[in-house]
């Protein structure tokens, strides 16, 4: 995730052998006190169920931390579940600015700290997210998707699927031009 940190990630129990009477379980009761350790750095987690708990990244230097978990605020798993930080995407520019409300404008979106992985790289405009067509470190492609007015969006990136830059560049939607005579 980006070192921005924010990213909410999805811890889960391994499997526990079946014949146990007593498996363990994420429990209500411990809600409380249950806490993710990034390195050195402890956030509260979130029970969602009795085998999986979230938790939200801290901000981070780039590079892979060890993520660990206690049900007691106190003791902590030895478990060093590798997660890794990534450089955040930022300084947008896009070309072109405006197109039409039908969509399928292609966008040129520059910045830094982007991402070659064509597989994940996304942009929203404004709610709908769209994948990239091309991707590099510099430059991410999108087609713009229709909408029903015009309008201007936030266009963002994300380069893992999953978390968008914060940046708000504003790309405007126009009506159709129709050509009154030639």
Same mark, same amino acid.
């Given at each position: 995730g980006?070192?921005?940190?924010?990213?909410?990630?999805?811890?889960?129990?391994?499997?526990?052998?079946?014949?146990?009477?007593?498996?363990?379980?994420?429990?209500?009761?411990?809600?409380?006190?249950?806490?993710?350790?990034?390195?050195?750095?402890?956030?509260?987690?979130?029970?969602?169920?009795?085998?999986?708990?979230?938790? #939200?990244? @801290?901000?981070?230097?780039?590079?892979? +931390?060890?993520?660990? !978990? &206690? /049900? %007691?605020?106190? *003791?902590?798993?030895?478990?060093n579940?590798?997660?890794?930080?990534?450089?955040?995407?930022?300084?947008?520019?896009?070309?072109?600015?405006?197109?039409?409300?039908?969509?399928?404008?292609?966008?040129?979106?520059?910045?830094?700290?982007?991402?070659?992985?064509?597989?994940?790289?996304?942009c929203?405009?404004?709610?709908?997210?769209v994948?990239?067509?091309?991707?590099?470190?510099?430059?991410?492609?999108?087609? #713009?998707? @229709?909408?029903?007015?015009?309008?201007? +969006?936030a266009?963002? !990136? &994300? /380069? %893992?699927?999953? *978390?968008?830059?914060?940046?708000?560049?504003?790309?405007?939607?126009?009506?159709?031009?129709?050509?009154?005579?030639?």
């Amino acid at each position: 995730g980006p070192s921005t940190g924010g990213t909410k990630i999805t811890i889960a129990l391994s499997e526990y052998d079946k014949q146990d009477k007593n498996p363990f379980i994420f429990e209500p009761y411990h809600a409380n006190s249950i806490y993710c350790r990034f390195n050195e750095t402890i956030m509260k987690a979130t029970v969602v169920s009795g085998t999986n708990i979230t938790c #939200t990244t @801290p901000p981070h230097s780039v590079g892979e +931390v060890a993520v660990d !978990v &206690s /049900i %007691n605020a106190q *003791d902590y798993s030895v478990s060093n579940l590798p997660y890794v930080y990534h450089a955040a995407a930022r300084n947008l520019t896009i070309s072109p600015r405006t197109g039409p409300i039908a969509g399928g404008t292609l966008i040129q979106i520059t910045g830094t700290d982007f991402t070659n992985d064509i597989e994940t790289a996304k942009c929203s405009f404004g709610e709908e997210v769209v994948n990239a067509v091309y991707a590099t470190q510099f430059e991410i492609r999108c087609h #713009t998707p @229709p909408v029903v007015l015009p309008k201007s +969006v936030a266009i963002e !990136v &994300s /380069i %893992n699927g999953k *978390d968008f830059t914060r940046e708000t560049v504003q790309f405007h939607y126009e009506s159709h031009r129709h050509i009154a005579e030639i």
